[in-house]
């Protein structure tokens, strides 16, 4: 008897924890879910100090959140990882995980063993990843319509913003858009009191290292230096005997060569990652070169491809004046921009770039105008490197529809982790319904019917209206990427939180 009543409780400790984590998840996904779709609204972020913060983008809000439950710090960690990895989607793995374990916890209240429900969510995720990629549609070209309005839907329905993202798509060209180590919204600039504006080019973060160098140079030669600008190192020890400070000296005079060389091969722009010494910085000065020092690593990646360049360290200036030659860029014109207060790069001889910015009136909007823009160049590119589905929730459905089939052709317990990926699949098309004011079981259910009936993957509700409406016809599309990694992170937390059988606090560590 003492033995089945201790069974029972550890039972229920370990439910008590699951209940407990699952309510944290639903506090969270309760947050963003009122911003998905069309219809979706805003949400206040305030802190202590009264900054205000509008938006609808559900990283921002999740970022932006105090929160202090582990669980629910688990969810916004995978909505991180979603927007690192794809830069969109993050509320929809967001409300796809709520309601995954809400239902994965109805199963459990059931009496189906959780190691079960994992197993069958696991397969139901990679069900509904392998018929996404089955039913994704392929971009053909840049000049594909499809891609504006993928642009236009991430962009919160915002036609500049859309095209000025495809117009700049254009400019970098398809084949660096499918390059992994290249991400598009890199080249997204916002700027209080600017105009939009797509520019072939660069925009390095910061300006010319002093007001009397020139701040605008025609046909640029340009010298990237990964490293400081300065002569060969001494340590102090060394720099105190008499060798040292004369391999001192003779280092400085090689650096003052090094500077007229330089000065010989016609470079008039100098871009170092680190600090610039004051000989050279004088040198620089008199000799009409424009210096910007203490660059980012990405602003050297990009101001290298754009202009052809090679990077050289400091030792490397010791190089014949030809083979030095070698190393150089070149650009149509570098000049400061005085709002910006940073510098441009225009018409570089390397790979074609884009740099993107995106203007509005104050900073709270240039700050939302820079998240969509980031959002639609993120969508874009997605879209571009593994096509687009059918979007407004119509495609989850479709696919909840097969996964029926599949649980229905599954025995053993397994098949109850397929029938909550099932009714996971359905939310993201019940929240837009509902967002939009009408009443989601009713019109899901005329989805299901049509899409039954005419075997068709794009059929949802126009939020307009509560008509049945044909997304892709409408051009109502999203990138199959977003789609794809949004149920895997779904898939991650869902189980992450699964296998926690209880919760205990930690005790603080004695300092030493």
Same mark, same amino acid.
């Given at each position: 008897?003492?033995?089945?009543?201790?069974?029972?409780?550890?039972?229920?400790?370990?439910?008590?924890?699951?209940?407990?984590? %699952?309510?944290?998840?639903?506090?969270?996904?309760?947050?963003?879910?009122?911003?998905?779709?069309?219809?979706?609204?805003?949400?206040?972020?305030?802190?202590?100090?009264?900054?205000?913060?509008?938006?609808?983008?559900?990283?921002?809000?999740?970022?932006?959140?105090?929160?202090?439950?582990?669980?629910? /710090?688990?969810?916004?960690?995978?909505?991180?990882?979603? $927007?690192? /990895?794809?830069?969109?989607?993050?509320?929809?793995?967001? !409300?796809?995980?709520?309601?995954?374990?809400?239902?994965?916890?109805?199963?459990?209240?059931?009496?189906?063993?959780?190691?079960?429900? &994992?197993?069958?969510?696991?397969?139901?995720?990679?069900?509904?990843?392998?018929?996404?990629?089955?039913?994704?549609?392929? !971009?053909?070209?840049?000049?594909?319509?499809?891609?504006?309005?993928?642009?236009?839907?991430?962009?919160?329905?915002?036609?500049? @913003?859309?095209?000025?993202?495809?117009?700049?798509?254009?400019? +970098?060209?398809?084949?660096?858009?499918?390059?992994?180590?290249?991400?598009?919204?890199?080249?997204?600039?916002?700027?209080?009191?600017?105009?939009?504006?797509?520019?072939?080019? @660069?925009?390095?973060?910061?300006?010319?290292?002093? =007001?009397?160098?020139?701040?605008?140079?025609?046909?640029?030669?340009?010298? +990237?230096?990964?490293?400081?600008?300065?002569?060969?190192?001494?340590?102090?020890?060394?720099?105190?005997?008499?060798?040292?400070?004369?391999?001192?000296?003779?280092?400085? *005079?090689?650096?003052? #060569?090094?500077?007229?060389?330089?000065?010989?091969?016609?470079?008039?722009?100098?871009?170092?990652? #680190?600090?610039?010494?004051? !000989?050279?910085?004088?040198?620089?000065?008199?000799?009409? %070169?424009?210096?910007?020092?203490?660059?980012?690593? $990405?602003?050297?990646?990009?101001?290298?491809?754009?202009?052809?360049? /090679?990077?050289?360290?400091?030792?490397?200036?010791?190089?014949?004046?030809? *083979?030095?030659?070698?190393?150089?860029?070149?650009?149509?014109?570098?000049?400061?921009?005085?709002?910006? $207060?940073?510098?441009?790069?225009?018409?570089? /001889?390397?790979?074609?770039?884009?740099? &993107?910015?995106?203007?509005?009136?104050?900073?709270?909007?240039?700050?939302?105008?820079?998240?969509?823009?980031?959002?639609?160049?993120?969508?874009?590119?997605?879209?571009?490197?593994?096509?687009?589905?059918?979007?407004?929730? =119509? &495609?989850?459905?479709?696919?909840?529809?097969?996964?029926?089939?599949? #649980?229905?052709?599954?025995?053993?317990?397994?098949?109850?982790?397929?029938?909550?990926?099932?009714?996971?699949? #359905?939310?993201?098309?019940?929240? %837009?319904?509902?967002?939009?004011?009408?009443?989601?079981?009713?019109?899901?259910?005329?989805?299901?019917?049509?899409?039954?009936?005419?075997?068709?993957?794009?059929?949802?509700?126009?939020?307009?209206?509560?008509?049945?409406?044909?997304?892709?016809?409408?051009?109502? &599309?999203?990138?199959?990427?977003?789609?794809?990694?949004?149920?895997?992170?779904?898939?991650?937390?869902?189980?992450?939180?699964?296998?926690?059988?209880?919760? %205990?606090?930690?005790?603080?560590?004695?300092?030493?």
């Amino acid at each position: 008897m003492n033995s089945r009543n201790q069974s029972e409780n550890e039972t229920n400790d370990r439910l008590a924890a699951l209940h407990t984590n %699952i309510g944290a998840i639903k506090a969270i996904a309760s947050a963003v879910e009122a911003t998905l779709g069309p219809k979706g609204l805003d949400t206040m972020l305030v802190d202590t100090t009264g900054e205000v913060i509008i938006t609808n983008d559900g990283v921002t809000i999740l970022n932006k959140m105090e929160v202090n439950h582990p669980a629910a /710090k688990m969810l916004i960690q995978i909505a991180r990882s979603q $927007q690192e /990895k794809i830069g969109d989607g993050t509320t929809t793995a967001t !409300i796809l995980s709520s309601e995954l374990l809400t239902e994965a916890l109805n199963q459990v209240n059931k009496g189906v063993p959780i190691p079960k429900v &994992i197993v069958g969510i696991k397969k139901g995720i990679q069900f509904a990843i392998n018929k996404l990629e089955e039913h994704s549609r392929p !971009i053909m070209d840049l000049e594909d319509r499809g891609l504006n309005r993928i642009a236009y839907i991430a962009g919160r329905e915002h036609d500049d @913003v859309a095209q000025l993202i495809v117009e700049a798509a254009q400019l +970098v060209g398809k084949e660096k858009l499918k390059d992994i180590h290249f991400t598009f919204s890199d080249a997204i600039t916002a700027h209080k009191g600017s105009e939009n504006e797509l520019i072939s080019g @660069v925009i390095l973060s910061k300006k010319r290292m002093n =007001s009397q160098m020139p701040k605008w140079i025609g046909q640029a030669k340009i010298l +990237v230096i990964q490293d400081a600008f300065e002569p060969e190192e001494i340590d102090d020890e060394a720099l105190g005997t008499e060798i040292g400070f004369s391999k001192y000296l003779e280092y400085k *005079e090689t650096f003052k #060569r090094n500077l007229k060389k330089i000065a010989d091969l016609g470079v008039n722009v100098i871009a170092v990652d #680190r600090g610039v010494d004051p !000989i050279a910085e004088e040198f620089c000065n008199d000799h009409d %070169i424009m210096v910007i020092q203490r660059l980012l690593s $990405q602003d050297l990646k990009r101001l290298v491809e754009h202009t052809g360049a /090679k990077t050289i360290k400091r030792t490397g200036l010791q190089k014949e004046e030809k *083979e030095l030659e070698s190393y150089l860029g070149y650009a149509e014109a570098v000049f400061e921009d005085e709002k910006l $207060q940073k510098t441009r790069i225009v018409n570089g /001889k390397g790979t074609p770039t884009a740099a &993107i910015l995106v203007g509005a009136a104050t900073e709270e909007i240039v700050d939302e105008r820079e998240r969509m823009a980031k959002d639609a160049a993120s969508a874009v590119q997605a879209a571009v490197r593994n096509g687009f589905v059918p979007g407004g929730g =119509s &495609i989850e459905l479709h696919i909840a529809l097969s996964l029926e089939n599949e #649980r229905n052709q599954t025995k053993g317990l397994e098949g109850f982790g397929l029938e909550a990926v099932a009714t996971a699949l #359905r939310k993201p098309m019940a929240q %837009i319904i509902l967002n939009a004011g009408y009443y989601p079981l009713k019109k899901i259910g005329e989805a299901k019917g049509l899409q039954l009936e005419q075997n068709k993957d794009s059929i949802g509700i126009n939020t307009d209206n509560e008509t049945l409406l044909d997304m892709e016809e409408a051009g109502i &599309i999203n990138p199959t990427l977003v789609k794809i990694h949004a149920l895997k992170a779904t898939g991650e937390i869902a189980e992450a939180i699964l296998r926690i059988h209880t919760i %205990i606090k930690m005790k603080k560590e004695a300092l030493d």
